[in-house]
């Protein structure tokens, strides 16, 4: 059974600084992985998604990483906003049934 | 496309009550998944389908809880009878294969007394 962990599980920091969040997952057998934000009382936002091929994904000030092998990805954001201000999900998709496993999240201030 | 569209988006009832949620997901996805959300656990999968078939439930909870999917563009989990600890958000999500992004809804946040 996939476990997914995101570690912290909360984050302070002031504007302007570049930060990384973290995933792990304990099983490689994956088609994909997704970061998604979310705000208070809002729903999911899709951030960037890389197949279980590909090595990294980048949009905008945001960058992601997989790692199958050490079963870690990272989400790497430069230049931080106070608009970053959010929690982020990491979630892998299952590679045989197609359901998705999320992280608990970590959640983001970014103090202007 | 207006994207994935959940309805009510808050419900307050009484427990013993029957609750329904309905989801329509975005045109064209073959796969359909509902989501519960607490903060005691997370995001946790219920149910999804492909086709509009259902393909695993096995996180619906119990019993009281059934999803249906009549067509491609319509989805409802209901629960009957509601209980306070189903209180959470739920969320719909939509996909056009397995391999690709999942779009989520805005969510229903509901809440048993």
């Known amino acids: 059974k996939q476990e997914v962990t995101q570690i912290p599980a909360a984050l302070s920091v002031p504007e302007g600084e570049n930060l990384v969040l973290n995933c792990s997952f304990t099983?490689?057998?994956?088609?994909?992985l997704q970061w998604f934000r979310q705000d208070p009382g809002k729903g999911l936002t899709s951030l960037l998604l890389?197949?279980?091929?590909?090595r990294e994904q980048t949009s905008g000030r945001l960058n992601a990483s997989l790692d199958k092998s050490s079963g870690r990805s990272t989400l790497y954001i430069a230049a931080s906003q106070p608009g970053d201000s959010a929690t982020y999900l990491c979630?892998?998709?299952?590679?045989?049934?197609?359901?998705?496993?999320f992280g608990d999240g970590t959640t983001l201030t970014v103090k202007p | 496309d207006a994207g994935v569209i959940q309805s009510p988006r808050h419900e307050v009832t009484e427990m013993g009550q029957e609750v329904t949620l309905r989801c329509k997901p975005i045109?064209?996805?073959?796969?359909l998944f509902w989501y519960r959300q607490t903060m005691m656990r997370g995001l946790e999968l219920l149910i999804y389908?492909?086709?509009?078939?259902?393909?695993?439930d096995s996180g619906m909870p119990e019993d009281r809880f059934s999803a249906k999917m009549p067509n491609a563009s319509f989805s409802t989990l209901k629960i009957q009878p509601s209980e306070p600890r189903d209180s959470a958000v739920y969320f719909c999500?939509?996909?056009?294969?397995?391999?690709?992004?999942?779009?989520f809804g805005q969510g229903t946040r509901l809440t048993v007394v």
């Open positions: 979630a892998m998709r299952d590679a045989n049934a197609g359901k998705s496993t």
């Open positions: 099983d490689s057998a994956i088609y994909n």
């Open positions: 045109s064209g996805h073959d796969y």
């Open positions: 890389i197949q279980s091929s590909q």
């Open positions: 389908f492909n086709n509009n078939v259902p393909i695993d």
């Open positions: 999500a939509s996909s056009p294969d397995r391999v690709l992004a999942a779009f």
